[in-house]
């Protein structure tokens, strides 16, 4: 048999490092390589905010001819319906398809294609606002994205970056504010009263929001959370985006710290939204979130609800005491429960109504 001696392996599409023209996904990072008879290539497949899967086509060039991927014997992320993610990979068994093997280069073209999915399509729908409360939800669309430090300035328990996948959920445009809480409560304990009833509501523990989650849902007919740690961050981040903060890389844009507050609170939504249209998620106040701090793995993992047990519940965003790089997306710290500072509030995930499940 002819010895197999694969020289090269390249790249021939000139738009495969970004994005292609009318089409929403992207092939980054793509490799190739070989083990025994078995040709590789590994890619990310990014997406844009809410974008599930995509189309993946392969063609293979050897000796000037090139070959489509219905021809030959590929396994893995091809074709129809590979989900936005990262480490996907494709295999092909060169032998079975050229059992004399071949000698020379070896070329792959890997692109994406028409997106199955949109951004539009997977959003759960528009804007609902809670008529007890006047609260307002955002749809925050399903998807996939890389959880973590990706700008490689985080702290440790940043770290590692892993792909977290969700499904569609609504988050509260707004911080709750003070006159919500004082709707449900009766009272209002917050230490910046005299800010007024659009700042947002702190000096609440976590047990005092779950509280405030059990009477709210009482009053009327619908059910609220808290937000995962997954789910905050990948709504903080507008849906899987790589940004510094929520809404971009200009913290003063985007929210209220320890270099742009004045030492106090604000209303909400003054500052810039980020692109799901969410508001305040880098600064103003802390966010409690539901999950007890644990430490990341690098495996990847379907809408993660953080640990059973565990003492500290994570704390997401930063305030307006904290220096910038603490109220980035991927900025974790944590307390225990029974904590209250003037420094932590909390926004609710409104969950589907029985006749959406």
């Known amino acids: 048999m002819k010895s197999m001696r694969l020289l090269n392996f390249l790249l021939l599409a000139t738009g495969l490092l970004g994005a292609l023209p009318g089409h929403a996904a992207e092939v980054k990072n793509l490799r190739s390589g070989q083990q025994g008879n078995l040709c590789y290539a590994t890619y990310d497949l990014a997406g844009k905010p809410g974008e599930l899967e995509s189309e993946v086509r392969v063609v293979l060039e050897l000796g000037g001819e090139k070959y489509p991927m219905e021809k030959l014997s590929l396994k893995g992320d091809c074709g129809k319906g590979v989900k936005i993610g990262v480490g996907r990979r494709i295999t092909w068994d060169l032998l079975k398809d050229m059992p004399a093997g071949y000698d020379g280069e070896l070329a792959w073209d890997v692109e994406a294609v028409i997106p199955a999915k949109t951004a539009s399509a997977a959003a759960p729908g528009p804007e609902v606002a809670d008529p007890v409360t006047g609260m307002l939800f955002v749809p925050v669309p399903r998807g996939c994205f890389k959880m973590g430090d990706g700008f490689g300035e985080g702290d440790d328990d940043e770290k590692p970056l892993h792909e977290v996948c969700l499904d569609s959920f609504y988050l509260g445009k707004y911080e709750v504010s003070q006159a919500q809480w004082q709707a449900v409560m009766g009272s209002n304990p917050s230490y910046f009263k005299q800010c ?157 109504a029985e006749s959406e499940n």
């Open 196 to 352: 007024g009833k659009n700042c947002p509501v702190e000096s609440v523990s976590w047990s005092d929001v779950n509280d405030f989650i059990s009477k709210l849902s009482f009053k009327g007919t619908r059910q609220f959370r808290l937000p995962t740690e997954a789910e905050w961050e990948y709504a903080a981040s507008g849906g899987g985006r790589h940004e510094r903060y929520s809404g971009g890389s200009a913290a003063a844009q985007l929210g209220w710290f320890g270099g742009n507050a004045a030492g106090r609170i604000h209303p909400v939504g003054q500052k810039k939204p980020n692109a799901l249209g969410l508001y305040d998620m880098s600064g103003n106040v802390a966010e409690w979130v539901s999950d007890l701090k644990d430490e990341y793995q690098a495996t990847a993992q379907q809408a993660p609800q953080g640990p059973d047990t565990g003492s500290n519940r994570v704390v997401r965003g930063g305030s307006w005491l904290s220096p910038a790089r603490d109220v980035r997306t991927s900025a974790r710290s944590e307390l225990t429960p029974s904590v209250k500072t003037n420094s932590i509030g909390f926004r609710l995930v409104l969950m589907p």
